[in-house]
C-alpha cells in the first residue's frame, strides 16, 4: 500500500465524562491520560510512517486550533469547523480537501490503541478494501460483553476482510452476552476508511443537502497557512448527522476489518482505569482497598478501606465516583461551568 492512504484525524468531542481531567477548553483528546504524549499525539504518531500514509489532516473546532499547532505542529493541515455537525460533515470537509483518488482512513482523536502493528495492518487491509469500492468500518475484538458500544455483524468474507451485515444500536447486557456468544459481532469502534470519490458520491446519494453544503462552505472557504476555514454561513446550514447513520447505514458496500488491537474510547473514568490497568497518578496512597485508582494534580489523596472507587482531582474540583457511576459524570453541573 502506498502513501495515497489519506490519515483525517477528528477531533470533535468534549470528553464531558472525563470531568473534572477534561474540560471545554482543553478536552480528552489534548490531555495526557495514558503515558506523557497526548491521545491526540498518539493518534498522529500511528499514521506517522511516510511510506504508508500521507500527512494528516486534522478536523477541529476554532477553538482548539492552538492547542492542536501546539501538539502536532506548525506543518499540520488542519481544517477548522466553524461549529459542530457530527462526523459526516466533518469527513466530507476533508475528502474535498484531500488529493483525488485517495483512500481516507478516518480515525478519532481520543482513543487509545494498544497495539500499533495491528492498526497499520488492519488500515492497508481497509484501504484495499477501500479502494475496490467498499466503505470500511473497523470491527473491533469484542472482548466482553460491553453495552455502550454499538456493535457490527460480519457477513460473507472479503479479501482481508467481509461484509457488513449490520449496524447494532448498543445492546442490553443479555444481548451483549449472545453476541459475543455468537462470534460474529465486533465492536464499532468508529475507525473508517473510505475511497474519496467514492464516499462523496454515496453522501451526495443519501444526504443530497449534507453533500451541497459542504461543498459550498469548501468552495466558498478561505486559506490561513495551514488552517483551511469553510464558509461558516453555508456550514452553519447543515444538519448534522454521523457517518454511521448519513452513509454506513445506507451504503449497499459496507465492509469491515476485524482487528484486534488494545482498543479503548477511554469513554469515561472506568475506561480508562482499566485502560491504565488501575494504576494511579498523582500523590496517593491506598491501604485495603481493591480496585481504586486515583487521579490527583497535586493534593495527596488517602483512601482506606474502600473498594471500586476512582478520585480524580483537577485544580479546585474532585470527582469521586465508581465504575457505576462514571457513566454519568458528563451530567454534572460542573461540566457545563468548563
Given at each position: 500500500?502506498?502513501?495515497?492512504?489519506?490519515?483525517?484525524?477528528?477531533?470533535?468531542?468534549?470528553?464531558?465524562?472525563?470531568?473534572?481531567?477534561?474540560?471545554?477548553?482543553?478536552?480528552?483528546?489534548?490531555?495526557?491520560?495514558?503515558?506523557?504524549?497526548?491521545?491526540?499525539?498518539?493518534?498522529?504518531?500511528?499514521?506517522?510512517?511516510?511510506?504508508?500514509?500521507?500527512?494528516?489532516?486534522?478536523?477541529?473546532?476554532?477553538?482548539?486550533?492552538?492547542?492542536?499547532?501546539?501538539q502536532g505542529g506548525s506543518?499540520?493541515?488542519?481544517?477548522?469547523?466553524?461549529?459542530?455537525?457530527?462526523?459526516?460533515?466533518?469527513?466530507?470537509?476533508?475528502?474535498?480537501?484531500?488529493?483525488?483518488?485517495?483512500?481516507?482512513?478516518?480515525?478519532?482523536?481520543?482513543?487509545?490503541?494498544?497495539?500499533?502493528?495491528?492498526?497499520?495492518?488492519?488500515?492497508?487491509?481497509?484501504?484495499?478494501?477501500?479502494?475496490?469500492?467498499?466503505?470500511?468500518?473497523?470491527?473491533?475484538?469484542?472482548?466482553?460483553?460491553?453495552?455502550?458500544?454499538?456493535?457490527?455483524?460480519?457477513?460473507?468474507?472479503?479479501?482481508?476482510?467481509?461484509?457488513?451485515?449490520?449496524?447494532?444500536?448498543?445492546?442490553?447486557?443479555?444481548?451483549?452476552?449472545?453476541?459475543?456468544?455468537?462470534?460474529?459481532?465486533?465492536?464499532?469502534?468508529?475507525?473508517?476508511?473510505?475511497?474519496?470519490?467514492?464516499?462523496?458520491?454515496?453522501?451526495?446519494?443519501?444526504?443530497?443537502?449534507?453533500?451541497?453544503?459542504?461543498?459550498?462552505?469548501?468552495?466558498?472557504?478561505?486559506?490561513?497557512?495551514?488552517?483551511?476555514?469553510?464558509?461558516?454561513?453555508?456550514?452553519?446550514?447543515?444538519?448534522?448527522?454521523?457517518?454511521?447513520?448519513?452513509?454506513?447505514?445506507?451504503?449497499?458496500?459496507?465492509?469491515m476489518v476485524p482487528v484486534?488491537?488494545?482498543?479503548?474510547?477511554?469513554?469515561?473514568?472506568?475506561?480508562?482505569?482499566?485502560?491504565?490497568?488501575?494504576?494511579?497518578?498523582?500523590?496517593?496512597?491506598?491501604?485495603?482497598?481493591?480496585?481504586?485508582?486515583?487521579?490527583?494534580?497535586?493534593?495527596?489523596?488517602?483512601?482506606?478501606?474502600?473498594?471500586?472507587?476512582?478520585?480524580?482531582?483537577?485544580?479546585?474540583?474532585?470527582?469521586?465516583?465508581?465504575?457505576?457511576?462514571?457513566?454519568?459524570?458528563?451530567?454534572?453541573?460542573?461540566?457545563?461551568?468548563?
Open positions: 500500500m502506498t502513501a495515497s492512504i489519506q490519515p483525517v484525524i477528528l477531533c470533535g468531542g468534549g470528553g464531558t465524562r472525563l470531568w473534572p481531567r477534561s474540560r471545554r477548553s482543553k478536552p480528552k483528546p489534548f490531555l495526557p491520560l495514558l503515558g506523557e504524549r497526548t491521545l491526540f499525539q498518539q493518534a498522529l504518531d500511528r499514521v506517522a510512517d511516510r511510506a504508508v500514509f500521507a500527512p494528516p489532516i486534522v478536523v477541529a473546532g476554532e477553538g482548539h486550533i492552538p492547542v492542536v499547532r501546539e506543518d499540520l493541515s488542519i481544517i477548522a469547523e466553524p461549529m459542530g455537525r457530527n462526523t459526516a460533515p466533518a469527513i466530507a470537509l476533508a475528502a474535498h480537501r484531500a488529493a483525488e483518488g485517495s483512500v481516507l482512513l478516518v480515525c478519532p482523536s481520543d482513543h487509545h490503541i494498544a497495539d500499533e502493528a495491528a492498526f497499520g495492518k488492519a488500515a492497508q487491509a481497509a484501504a484495499a478494501l477501500a479502494q475496490d469500492g467498499y466503505l470500511v468500518s473497523f470491527g473491533i475484538e469484542a472482548v466482553t460483553p460491553h453495552t455502550g458500544y454499538g456493535y457490527l455483524r460480519r457477513g460473507g468474507a472479503l479479501p482481508g476482510g467481509f461484509a457488513l451485515d449490520a449496524f447494532v444500536e448498543k445492546p442490553d447486557r443479555e444481548t451483549a452476552e449472545q453476541f459475543l456468544a455468537d462470534g460474529r459481532y465486533s465492536w464499532n469502534g468508529g475507525i473508517f476508511a473510505f475511497g474519496r470519490e467514492r464516499l462523496l458520491d454515496e453522501l451526495a446519494a443519501h444526504r443530497p443537502e449534507m453533500a451541497r453544503l459542504t461543498e459550498t462552505a469548501v468552495a466558498q472557504g478561505e486559506t490561513d497557512g495551514q488552517v483551511f476555514r469553510p464558509s461558516e454561513e453555508a456550514f452553519a446550514q447543515i444538519d448534522g448527522d454521523s457517518i454511521d447513520y448519513a452513509v454506513m447505514e445506507n451504503t449497499t458496500k459496507a465492509a484486534s488491537m488494545g482498543w479503548s474510547d477511554i469513554g469515561n473514568w472506568d475506561a480508562l482505569r482499566e485502560a491504565r490497568a488501575g494504576a494511579s497518578s498523582g500523590p496517593h496512597e491506598l491501604r485495603d482497598c481493591s480496585n481504586a485508582m486515583v487521579d490527583s494534580d497535586g493534593p495527596r489523596v488517602s483512601i482506606v478501606g474502600l473498594d471500586d472507587v476512582i478520585v480524580v482531582v483537577d485544580g479546585d474540583d474532585i470527582l469521586v465516583t465508581n465504575a457505576r457511576g462514571a457513566q454519568g459524570v458528563g451530567k454534572l453541573d460542573g461540566v457545563s461551568r468548563g
